[in-house]
């Protein structure tokens, strides 16, 4: 499998947090179970159990799987590595928009964008069209693309359709337990929650993908074309919108991946009611966080 492929450095990312998490001498699982647990093709299990025996993360021999060290921050792909073409087009939009500090009404020229950006016509086209879906950005009609306002009314409206996908999301969690592939997905991103408290000082800016890898988990598997498709247009509005206040990032972060840690603690413990709660407290805090953290129009 070609080691430039984004879905497969994400995916062997994830394995290596597998790995720390189960320890030295531990045995892997069949590549079934490996399968459901991150969430990818057998094929891809097995390209990246083949990668982790070349770098001697792991022995693999037949059915056999053994940790022989724990992975170090060499052996994880750059972030940047692990964004798809759509991601980084994503980022890459709303960072234009932050760090041009640009007004509702502003005119967007495909050509800028395309130059700015490093992508093609289409990629870039296919995404403002996704993205004008939340009408943010609008197409007039035969000319350029507007950059509209973002409303309290309307953060307040999309964090609604949210939270109630999201609660649906985890009581298909609980009702598949913890062997279904939502439960192991959750468990299995604990050790790169632990890792960015270790580092919040460096590690902070990582939150945002960490977080919508964390939400996906419990989407993906619900396998709703339309939940799927809202859940990957909010998550850039949630985590790169244009107005995002970034005074006190750092401290918001660190708290969002405690309360992740907390629901992922309370699913290790087998405790379902109290894992419920922490999931609606983090749907809370990120409601408040939102409109306490968003420089809206006419607050100035």
Same mark, same amino acid.
């Given at each position: 499998?070609?080691?430039?492929?984004?879905?497969?450095?994400? !995916? /062997?990312?994830? !394995?290596?947090?597998?790995?720390?998490?189960?320890?030295?001498?531990?045995?892997?699982?069949?590549?079934?179970?490996?399968?459901?647990?991150?969430?990818?093709?057998?094929?891809?299990?097995?390209?990246?159990?083949?990668?982790?025996?070349?770098?001697?993360?792991?022995? #693999? !021999?037949?059915?056999?799987?053994?940790?022989?060290?724990?992975?170090?921050?060499?052996? /994880?792909?750059?972030?940047?590595?692990?964004?798809?073409?759509?991601?980084?087009?994503?980022?890459?939009?709303?960072?234009?928009?932050?760090?041009?500090?640009?007004?509702?009404?502003?005119?967007?020229?495909?050509?800028?964008? &395309?130059?700015?950006?490093?992508?093609?016509?289409?990629?870039?086209?296919?995404?403002?069209?996704?993205? !004008?879906?939340?009408?943010?950005?609008?197409?007039?009609?035969?000319?350029?693309?507007?950059?509209?306002?973002?409303?309290?009314?309307?953060?307040?409206?999309?964090?609604? &359709?949210?939270?109630?996908?999201?609660?649906?999301? =985890?009581?298909?969690?609980?009702?598949?337990?913890?062997?279904?592939?939502?439960?192991?997905?959750?468990?299995?991103?604990?050790?790169?929650?632990? %890792?960015?408290?270790?580092?919040?000082?460096?590690?902070?800016?990582? =939150?945002? %993908?960490?977080?919508?890898?964390?939400?996906?988990?419990?989407?993906?598997?619900? $396998?709703?074309?339309?939940?799927?498709?809202? =859940?990957?247009?909010?998550?850039?509005? =949630?985590?790169?919108? /244009?107005?995002?206040?970034? $005074?006190?990032?750092?401290?918001?972060?660190?708290?969002?991946?405690?309360?992740?840690?907390?629901?992922?603690?309370?699913?290790?413990?087998?405790?379902?009611?109290?894992?419920?709660? /922490?999931?609606?407290?983090?749907?809370?805090?990120?409601?408040?966080?939102?409109?306490?953290?968003?420089? #809206?129009?006419?607050?100035?």
């Amino acid at each position: 499998m070609s080691r430039d492929n984004s879905t497969y450095k994400e !995916s /062997y990312n994830r !394995s290596l947090d597998h790995v720390a998490k189960l320890g030295v001498e531990a045995t892997l699982p069949s590549e079934v179970e490996l399968t459901e647990t991150w969430g990818i093709s057998r094929t891809t299990v097995r390209a990246v159990l083949a990668h982790l025996n070349e770098t001697g993360v792991i022995s #693999w !021999s037949g059915r056999t799987k053994t940790v022989l060290r724990r992975p170090k921050s060499s052996d /994880y792909f750059a972030q940047a590595e692990t964004m798809s073409t759509r991601q980084r087009v994503e980022a890459a939009f709303m960072d234009f928009i932050l760090g041009g500090d640009l007004k509702p009404g502003t005119i967007l020229h495909e050509s800028d964008l &395309v130059r700015e950006f490093g992508a093609s016509t289409s990629v870039l086209r296919e995404f403002l069209i996704r993205f !004008s879906r939340f009408g943010l950005i609008e197409k007039e009609p035969n000319r350029h693309w507007v950059l509209r306002g973002f409303t309290r009314d309307f953060a307040i409206e999309l964090f609604d &359709v949210r939270e109630m996908f999201e609660q649906r999301a =985890f009581r298909n969690l609980l009702a598949k337990g913890c062997d279904g592939a939502p439960w192991k997905g959750l468990l299995a991103l604990e050790e790169v929650h632990l %890792r960015i408290i270790d580092d919040i000082d460096a590690q902070y800016l990582k =939150f945002p %993908r960490l977080d919508e890898q964390f939400h996906r988990v419990l989407m993906n598997d619900l $396998q709703n074309r339309f939940m799927e498709d809202f =859940f990957e247009l909010v998550s850039v509005i =949630f985590h790169y919108h /244009y107005r995002w206040n970034k $005074q006190d990032e750092k401290d918001r972060n660190l708290n969002a991946v405690k309360q992740h840690l907390q629901v992922i603690h309370a699913l290790k413990a087998g405790d379902e009611a109290q894992a419920s709660a /922490y999931f609606q407290l983090h749907l809370n805090d990120a409601r408040a966080t939102l409109l306490r953290s968003v420089a #809206w129009e006419g607050d100035r």
